[in-house]
């Protein structure tokens, strides 16, 4: 498991506020799907019409991409590799995912930025 620090000392990603919510697919073909935005991101005044700024600010408060995927379990990390994503640059990258599961039963990602900050996701099992 990666060290960090403790829950309480974690901050939110900026832009995904600390009450982020998403989704996290995986199916039997090998494919995954991730998704996650801030709740509280602002309506656009008309949606038939949002101005640039208010398109600018839906998407600095989302995040998605979805792709292939493998598991492995030995190292426990879980590997994606984004084919589309809100992001032109996550496109054909490989993204490692260090993972453990929590004792209530949560996917807990985490680990660390190049920069030497500590990142961590975690995601409940709907039912």
């Avoid at 989704?23 to 799907?33: D, K, N, V």
């Avoid at 309506?43 to 640039?52: I, L």
Wanted: with cysteine; aromatic share 12%; net charge negative.
């Amino acid at each position: 498991m990666q060290e960090g620090p403790s829950p309480d000392k974690l901050q939110p990603v900026p832009d995904l506020g600390a009450n982020a919510r998403g989704f996290l697919i995986y199916t039997p073909s090998g494919h995954m799907c991730a998704q996650l935005m801030n709740p509280e991101r602002t309506r656009w005044a008309d949606a038939a019409k949002p101005t640039d700024a208010e398109r600018a600010a839906a998407m600095r408060g989302f995040a998605s991409y979805c792709g292939r995927f493998e598991v492995s379990e030995a190292d426990q990390v879980m590997i994606h590799y984004p084919e589309t994503a809100w992001n032109p640059n996550y496109v054909g990258t490989v993204q490692k995912r260090p993972y453990h599961f929590a004792s209530d039963d949560r996917l807990v990602y985490s680990g660390r930025n190049e920069d030497g900050t500590f990142w961590r996701v975690e995601w409940e099992r709907l039912p």
